[in-house]
């Protein structure tokens, strides 16, 4: 029976297009010339729960920028992190606590663009112990967890809309509990959904 691991890892190497906050939204304008800032993020799953989990925050009210918002750990790539991985693994130690030597990395996701102008890196890895969570309160309200199964069922998506620079701007959402999962976290947990499927 293969590994949670191997099944990841044979999956990513099928790739796919890379996604964008505009993919539901062709007739959407993007501004020439523009330049995509590069950030990265860790998409980390447990192995140690009875069932695997995906680690998620909740953004501080206080922040500007998507205040209040469900996201992964993760941030701009800094000029001495070297690589999208080390950026990933450097964000989720400074947000959450998860020490890079916890995380056995297992590939990365097509990029993402973000309505805000960065190219997203998602990293995948694998969390075989726990850890102690320290999150960074003026960044991170809250760290919590979903189960892979409700966010790898193609199934539990919708489509949303809100009005955004004065037209409809369509995304997807997977809810969770009290969680609202959506827009940039939500299209990027799908692609992952979507390439767990081929």
């Known amino acids: 029976m293969q590994g949670l691991d191997d099944i990841i890892r044979l999956a990513l190497e099928v790739g796919r297009e890379k996604t964008s906050d505009f993919d539901l ?8 010339g523009r330049k995509l800032r590069p950030a990265a993020v860790l998409i980390g799953i447990t192995s140690y729960h009875e069932t695997p989990q995906i680690i998620l925050t909740k953004r501080s009210s206080a922040l500007r920028h998507h205040p209040g918002q469900i996201a992964f750990p993760g941030g701009k790539v800094d000029a001495g992190d070297g690589s999208s991985v080390i950026a990933a693994q450097r964000e989720a130690r400074e947000e959450i606590g998860l020490p ?14 973000t309505v805000t102008g960065f190219e997203v890196s998602p990293v995948i890895a694998l969390l075989h112990h726990p850890f102690e969570v320290k999150r960074q309160a003026d960044e991170v309200a809250e760290v919590f967890s979903v189960p892979l199964s409700h966010v790898t069922e193609l199934g539990n998506y919708q489509i949303q809309w809100r009005r955004f620079r004065d037209q409809p701007r369509y995304f997807y959402t997977v809810p969770f509990g009290p969680y609202y999962i959506w827009g940039a976290t939500a299209r990027m947990l799908r692609n992952f959904a979507e390439i767990l499927e081929t």
């Open 25 to 32: 939204n062709p007739n959407l304008k993007l501004p020439a």
């Open 100 to 113: 890079e030597t916890a995380t056995q990395v297992l590939g990365q996701l097509s990029t993402h663009e």
